[in-house]
């Protein structure tokens, strides 16, 4: 499929695999269209439904590469994160990362956010390079969030880590810089 401008309320009727990304004050997790459990999140290690162990390294401020805990073979690279409108968060898969070459051409994903607040914004996960889109994200609940799989691509480890760490970043993209701070009393205006 290629980059087509869908509505939040045309999610729910893409064709493709239906996941649910929830989130609790410890731990996150990602559940089939029958409630099966497929992943879970709780400090630096996912667990997928197969029993398969990946660890979340960060590596540089903005970077995190995802490893499988059993052979170290890197899955993917999460780099930088969307905030006060900007979508600046990009996803490498092992290969191009290697070199540690973090430029734009050696962009795997980009994560373009359309709409004007939470409540109808979706975003997507975009191969630049041919314009697929791969994934659809759309936040049903404070804590809840519905993805898409393109029908064309398999349910794989890689896209289960990539939909694990990638999805905050449709909230993210709304808060305004330094607002989080603010809320929290760290900075006194």
């Not at 731990?27 to 709780?42: D, F, K, N, P, Q």
């Not at 430029?103 to 979706?122: C, H, I, T, W, Y």
């Not at 975009?126 to 029908?151: G, K, Q, Y």
């Amino acid at each position: 499929m290629t980059q087509d401008i869908i509505e939040w309320d045309q999610i729910a009727s893409l064709p493709g695999v239906h996941l649910r990304r929830t989130r609790s004050l410890t731990s996150s997790g990602i559940t089939g269209s029958s409630s099966e459990v497929l992943l879970t999140h709780r400090g630096n290690t996912m667990t997928l439904a197969d029993g398969q162990v990946l660890r979340v390294d960060k590596r540089w401020p903005d970077r995190w590469q995802v490893v499988n805990s059993g052979t170290g073979d890197p899955v993917v690279w999460i780099c930088s994160r969307h905030y006060d409108r900007k979508a600046r968060g990009y996803v490498i898969f092992p290969g191009h990362a290697d070199s540690q070459d973090f430029r734009e051409r050696n962009r795997d994903l980009m994560f373009p956010v359309k709409g004007s607040q939470r409540g109808n914004a979706v975003m997507t996960a975009l191969v630049p390079a041919s314009e697929t889109t791969v994934l659809w994200f759309r936040r049903l609940a404070m804590r809840e969030h519905e993805v898409v799989v393109n029908p064309e691509w398999e349910l794989t480890p890689r896209i289960l880590s990539i939909i694990e760490l990638t999805t905050a970043w449709l909230s993210g993209f709304f808060d305004a810089a330094g607002a989080n701070a603010r809320r929290r009393g760290a900075v006194r205006l």
